[in-house]
């Protein structure tokens, strides 16, 4: 399994997706750095990361599908899957190996936003707990993001269909609570609740302010884990239909 991650992340840096996919999550990320002080009354910087990290947490979605869209997809357009698919791995070991691949360039996009705290902290002070849970919140938000693009690559042969599907489904996770705002489901209470108990946005607010929640952090790895498993029935599904 570790030949394969190997081999996952390396493909990510020898092609121009993860360079690409990087420059544009840094450029907003500094838009939003640099708006946050242009907007701030004081001559004392105090970064916090709440706004940013809630902005961010919109615009990524156009980003992460970048990532996830050729996990299965290409392959399964190149007729190169029957290689992993015959290899003696389970089916959950390569779904793992390539989702740990993407979570790594996700986790090296967020270490390169280092150099903003450490910005703010040369010229005025961090409130490091509300950003240790900023960065958390944003990770874990990621994590479910990953494992959605990757279930909607396994569904197609084709990434760029893989990638409008990971989008769609991102937004309509993200605007669930939106949805669960209307007053026809707040007219059923049962209803409502279900929904926002899987609310995605208001669980990444709580860390996006700086608190921490143990609910909410089983609740992200819980779903990813549960998205993740989906991929594994949708891939076995089609090799046990192949004969």
């Known amino acids: 399994m570790f030949s394969l991650y190997k ?3 390396q493909s ?21 750095f640099i708006n946050g002080i242009s907007d701030m009354n004081s001559n004392v910087l105090k970064f916090s990361f709440s706004n940013i990290f809630y902005n961010n947490f919109f615009y990524f979605i156009f980003m992460i599908p970048l990532l996830t869209m050729r996990t299965f997809a290409e392959e399964r357009k190149s007729h190169t899957e029957t ?25 090296l996009m967020l270490v390169l936003t280092l150099f903003f705290p450490l910005v703010a902290w ?7 707990p509300s950003m240790l849970c900023g960065y958390l919140g944003f990770f874990l938000w990621g994590l479910v993001c990953i494992a ?19 989008e769609g489904a991102m937004i309509v996770v993200i605007f669930l609570d939106n949805f669960t705002k209307t007053a026809l489901v707040q007219s ?26 143990l609910s909410d952090l089983v609740f992200f790895l819980s779903l990813s884990a549960v998205v993740l498993v989906w991929t594994v029935i949708i ?6 239909s192949r004969g």
């Open 7 to 9: 081999k996952e992340v």
């Open 12 to 32: 990510y840096f020898l092609s121009p997706f993860a360079y690409v996919v990087s420059a544009l999550f840094l450029m907003v990320f500094s838009l939003f």
């Open 83 to 107: 290689l992993w698919l015959s290899a003696p791995i389970s089916i959950a070991q390569v779904v793992i190996a390539k989702y740990l691949a993407v979570v790594t360039v996700f986790l």
């Open 122 to 128: 040369w010229h005025g002070s961090v409130i490091v």
């Open 148 to 166: 959605i693009g990757m279930m909607m690559s396994a569904l197609t042969d084709n990434p760029i269909l893989a990638a409008v599907l990971g």
């Open 188 to 213: 059923m209470p049962a209803v409502a609740k279900v929904f926002e108990w899987f609310s995605t946005e208001q669980r990444f607010g709580v860390f996006s302010q700086g608190l921490f929640s």
């Open 235 to 240: 891939i076995e599904k089609r090799r046990w």
